[in-house]
């Protein structure tokens, strides 16, 4: 896989950084790659400031990465998984898959659909480099 990945995480008020955390980590050997491979985490801009989404990026050496909802939206299409309470909430099939392709750019793909614990989601994208020759 060429590019960096850029995680996007919906979760539930109350979930504990740690289910966050490694949720994210699960993603990562879910697609085989290495923690440094991440380079941003993303979710929704009202959800960035959470102390449970501040804290599971601190692990990896982040911060949040705010996505404003008309940026959410405009990913929806490319979204793989569905959920009709986020669609309702939210706009957008998924949060995270829409919060992961918003955050990697405008050509990014999915590397790994929605996942899912308890009281987060996590999907991956992946950013290519838009310096390089392909």
């Not at 990026?57 to 569905?82: K, M, N, Q, S």
């Amino acid at each position: 896989m060429t590019g960096a990945l850029v995680a996007g995480i919906g979760f539930r008020r109350g979930t504990e950084a740690e289910e966050i955390a490694e949720l994210i980590e699960r993603a990562l050997v879910l697609v085989g790659a290495a923690r440094s491979s991440l380079a941003a985490v993303a979710t929704a801009d009202d959800r960035a400031s959470d102390a449970a989404i501040r804290a599971a990026t601190a692990w990896f050496g982040l911060a949040p990465h705010p996505i404003a909802a008309a940026a959410l939206e405009a990913r929806d299409a490319e979204i793989v998984t569905r959920s009709a309470r986020i669609e309702r909430l939210r706009g957008v099939g998924s949060l995270a898959e829409a919060a992961a392709l918003a955050g990697a750019g405008p050509r990014s793909r999915l590397a790994l659909p929605r996942i899912a614990s308890g009281g987060a989601t996590c999907a991956l994208a992946v950013r290519y480099d838009t310096t390089r020759e392909s």
